[in-house]
């Protein structure tokens, strides 16, 4: 699999190839940035992913009944939580 270039990394916020180092469990944001995220919030952006954008972003993969996070994908989707969608 060839890596994508800088230009179609910059392209989508949102990369679409994926590494299996990139696939994460839901509790990862906690333990490797505790002064941003708890469990519970993790969570509940997970819960409330079709209404915040996080389903689109394509950073939560589901299996069976187990949810993963893209973590790359979930990070490009938090930092552009303030400016997506806000109009006004």
Known sequence: MQSPTIEELEASPFPSTTELDDVVTTEY??????????????????????????EDSGAVIKIGRTLYLHWPKFVGWFMNRNTAGRAS
């Open 29 to 54: 944001p906690s333990k490797v940035r505790p002064d941003l995220f708890n469990n519970g919030q993790v969570n509940w952006l997970i819960k409330k992913r079709h209404a915040n954008g996080l």
